[in-house]
């Protein structure tokens, strides 16, 4: 199946690394003029550069802490002076954060709301309006599979999740009048630039295994016997955000190889 996004303009917030990446790649490859998001501009401007390589329109890069109001508000008006419309927005920075219970201050808990659960809301306010004028948009919502079902050890991250959940199904329900398709996507296990950091981790613990031995053992909890790439994540967002996808609306797709125990 051949997909077009030309025309269209995305902003990928997570733009710089991992799955991220891999979407801006793929959205600019299939025509999209797309913005990269996140805090640190040595990286952005490296990812701006792998980007445009591959891409059919125009790419920027611009700097924003999503988990900040201001810092979004900037970062939406230096992309609409720049395409003057947001057609799709992947609200997709995150990082993992879990620990015992007793262990998460309120400070944690607000932290980790600010970067997965309002950094969405704020963002999709701003640009909901234009989709709405247009009657043409995306919304996606990159969660985890412990959205929909939570383990123990998941707090913070599976309540901010699970939050991300409800907050796609209700956007979805108000956007599809106006052709605003809202869809989560719940991610697995995928190799990305979070793997490599755990990798580094272990091997500063005194671990001497390879990056390959940790991504292949840590590959064989998935039924499907490995971790995903970032490229496969990002072939689905990718039909999501197209004119392809124009019947998928209110749903969150796991990513993850079987992993879930859930549908
Ligand atoms: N990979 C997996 O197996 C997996 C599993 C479950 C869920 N996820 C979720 O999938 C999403 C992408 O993960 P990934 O594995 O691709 O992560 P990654 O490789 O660590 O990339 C994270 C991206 O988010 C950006 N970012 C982090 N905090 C930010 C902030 N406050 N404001 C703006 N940008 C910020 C980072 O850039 P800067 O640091 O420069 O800001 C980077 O571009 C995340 O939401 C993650 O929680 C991933």
Redesign the pocket.
């Known amino acids: 199946m051949h997909i077009s996004l030309a025309g269209r303009s995305a902003v990928i917030?997570?733009?710089?690394?991992?799955?991220?990446l891999a979407m801006a790649k793929r959205f600019a490859a299939s025509g999209a003029d797309v913005a990269l998001?996140?805090?640190?501009q040595a990286?952005l401007d490296t990812a701006r550069a792998e980007v445009q390589a591959v891409a059919k329109a125009k790419v920027i890069a611009v700097a924003?802490?999503?988990?900040r109001a201001d810092s979004i508000a900037a970062a939406h008006a230096e992309v609409s002076a720049q395409f003057g419309k947001v057609d799709i927005l992947v609200n997709?920075?995150?990082?993992?954060r879990t620990g015992p219970f007793e262990t998460i201050t309120d400070a944690i808990w607000q932290e980790d709301l600010d970067?997965?659960l309002f950094a969405a809301i704020r963002l999709t306010r701003l640009v909901w309006p234009g989709m709405q004028e247009r009657r043409w948009g995306r919304v996606i919502n990159?969660l985890?599979i412990g959205a929909k079902a939570p383990r123990a050890g998941g707090n913070p991250t599976v309540v901010s999740r699970a939050a991300g959940l409800a907050l796609s199904k209700v956007l979805a329900g108000e956007g599809a009048p106006h052709g605003i398709l809202v869809n989560a996507l719940l991610?697995?296990?995928?190799v990305?630039?979070?793997?490599r950091?755990g990798h580094a981790a272990l091997v500063a613990k005194g671990s001497n295994v390879t990056l390959e031995e940790h991504i292949a053992k840590t590959g064989t909890s998935v039924p499907l016997g490995r971790m995903g790439t970032?490229e496969e994540f990002a072939n689905m967002a990718c039909f999501l955000a197209s004119d392809q996808g124009g019947y998928i609306a209110g749903t969150a797709i796991n990513v993850d190889g079987g992993a879930s125990p859930v549908w």
Not at 64 to 67: G, I, M
């Open positions: 917030t997570g733009g710089s690394k991992g799955l991220g998001l996140a805090r640190t990286t924003c802490d999503v988990s997709n920075a995150g990082q993992s970067l997965k990159v985890n991610v697995g296990l995928i990305s630039d979070q793997v950091r970032a």
